[in-house]
C-alpha cells in the first residue's frame, strides 16, 4: 500500500523528466523494412567472431529470450510504432520458429529471408560494450581490502510512478523516510565521502581498488577473486534512483580528456593519475549501484544468464528484452586482430545509460573483452527479426 504522504508528495510535483540525447530534426522512421536478401548477404559468413561453431549454438542464448517472453501476457503490446507493431506472442513465436530452425540455417542461411521478415533499425545504432570485471576482494575489511561492496540497504523505497498518472509510465521514485519526510536516497557522494551508510552492515564483500569498484557499477555486475583464489559473482540488486552521469563527459567538460580520447582506458588513467581527487571526480556520477552475490552469473534485466558476444542491452521501450537481432559490426581491434560481428544477438538487459536507439554488447570475461568494451562506441547495423505470417 503507498502511503498517503507519498500520494500527496507525488501529486504536489511532478519529478524530473529524463535528460535524453538530443535527437536529429528529421528522425526517419525507427524501423525500416529491408530485403531479406541484404540480411542474408550480411550471415554469409560462420559464426566463429561470436564463440559459435554454428547457428544451432545459439539455442541456449535463445531459449533463455524465450524463457523470459513466455512470463509475458501474449496479448499485450511489446512494441509499437507505426512502421511495426508486436504483441509479447510475435515475439514469441519468433524465437520459436527460429530455434527450431537452427539447424537448418546452419545447411542452408537462405532459410532467414523465407521465414522472417527483417526491419533495419534507424538511424544506425550506438553501439557500446560491456563486460564483467574481475576484482581482488575480501570477505572481512582490513588493511589491503577497504572499500565495501554494499548490498541492498532495508531503507531503500521505490515506488511506480505509473500508478499515479499516465504522464508517468515507466518512471520509478526512489527515496528514504527520514523523520517521516521523503528524501532522495543517498547519492554516490553521500554514500563513499561522507560515509551515509557506515554502521548498517550492508557490506557483502571489501575490495582493493575504489577505481575497480567504480568500473564494477557501471558494468552492474562481475566477479569478485578471494585471496584463497575462490570466487564469487556479484550480481546487481538495485540502485539508488539517481540519474546516471557519464564520467568521460564530466572528464572532458573539466578538460582532462578531448572528446575522441574518451574510453573506459582513458577514464581510468585519469583518475590513476589523480589520486587526491579521484574520489570527488566519480562523486560526480551520483548513481549508486547495490549488489548481491551469487555462484552463477552475471544476469541480464530478464534474470537470465548472460551470453558473451551475443547478449545486448537495449532500452526495452525501443527493443523489447527477448527480441532477436542481425548486428552487423566492426568491433576495436585488439592486439592487431579485428572482430566483425555479422551474426544473431538478442536483448537481454539494460542499464542507466541505454535509451533510444543504443545497445550495450555484452564482451563476457577476460583481458580481450575489458579491452574491447572498453574501447567500443561507434555505429552499427541492426535487424530486426519477426517471423513471416504463416510461415511454420
Not at 517521516?180 to 557483502?204: H, M, N, Q, T
Not at 559490426?329 to 542499464?351: F, M, N, R, S, W
Not at 555484452?362 to 574491447?372: K, T
Amino acid at each position: 500500500m503507498i502511503p498517503a504522504f507519498l500520494v500527496l508528495f507525488l501529486w504536489g510535483c511532478a519529478p524530473e523528466e529524463p535528460v535524453l540525447e538530443p535527437e536529429p530534426v528529421d528522425i526517419p522512421p525507427l524501423f525500416a523494412p529491408v530485403d531479406g536478401r541484404e540480411v542474408v548477404g550480411i550471415v554469409q559468413k560462420d559464426l566463429q567472431e561470436q564463440g559459435l561453431d554454428s547457428w544451432e549454438d545459439l539455442a541456449p542464448a535463445l531459449e533463455k529470450s524465450l524463457d523470459y517472453v513466455r512470463t509475458r501476457d501474449g496479448d499485450q503490446k511489446a512494441v509499437c510504432q507505426p512502421e511495426l507493431c508486436l504483441t509479447w506472442s510475435d515475439i514469441k513465436e519468433t524465437l520459436e520458429l527460429f530455434i527450431q530452425l537452427l539447424p537448418d540455417i546452419d545447411r542452408n542461411p537462405e532459410l532467414l529471408k523465407h521465414y522472417f521478415d527483417f526491419y533495419a533499425v534507424n538511424p544506425d545504432v550506438l553501439l557500446t560494450g560491456y563486460y564483467e570485471p574481475e576484482l581482488k576482494a575480501s570477505r572481512e575489511k582490513h588493511d589491503d581490502f577497504r572499500h565495501p561492496v554494499y548490498g541492498r540497504p532495508d531503507n531503500l523505497k521505490s515506488v511506480d510512478l505509473g500508478q499515479f498518472h499516465p504522464r508517468w509510465k515507466d518512471q520509478r521514485l526512489y527515496y528514504r523516510l527520514e523523520n517521516g519526510e521523503i528524501k532522495p536516497y543517498y547519492s554516490r557522494g553521500e554514500i563513499e565521502l561522507e560515509d551515509a551508510l557506515a554502521g548498517r552492515d550492508l557490506e557483502i564483500a571489501w575490495v582493493k581498488d575504489p577505481i575497480d569498484l567504480f568500473f564494477l557499477h557501471i558494468q552492474g555486475s562481475g566477479r569478485l577473486k578471494y585471496p584463497g583464489g575462490d570466487y564469487k559473482h556479484v550480481l546487481y540488486a538495485d540502485r539508488n534512483g539517481h540519474q546516471y552521469v557519464a564520467l568521460g563527459r564530466v572528464l572532458v567538460d573539466l578538460g582532462f580528456l578531448e572528446q575522441d580520447e574518451v574510453s573506459m582506458q582513458s577514464i581510468r588513467a585519469v583518475l590513476q593519475e589523480n589520486p587526491d581527487i579521484k574520489h570527488e571526480l566519480m562523486a560526480k556520477n551520483p548513481s549508486y549501484i547495490f549488489f548481491h552475490l551469487d555462484d552463477q552469473g552475471p544476469r541480464g534485466s530478464t534474470g537470465q544468464i548472460l551470453t558473451p558476444w551475443v547478449s545486448v542491452a537495449s532500452d526495452p521501450e525501443v527493443i523489447p528484452w527477448g527480441s532477436v537481432m542481425i548486428m552487423d559490426a566492426e568491433l576495436p581491434e585488439y592486439q592487431g586482430q579485428k572482430t566483425h560481428i555479422q551474426g544473431p544477438v538478442t536483448a537481454q538487459d539494460t542499464g542507466g545509460a541505454i535509451r533510444g536507439r543504443h545497445l550495450d554488447f555484452f564482451c563476457g570475461f577476460g583481458e580481450r573483452a575489458e579491452y574491447i568494451a572498453g574501447k567500443m562506441s561507434d555505429r552499427a547495423d541492426i535487424f530486426f527479426m519477426v517471423r513471416k505470417y504463416g510461415k511454420n
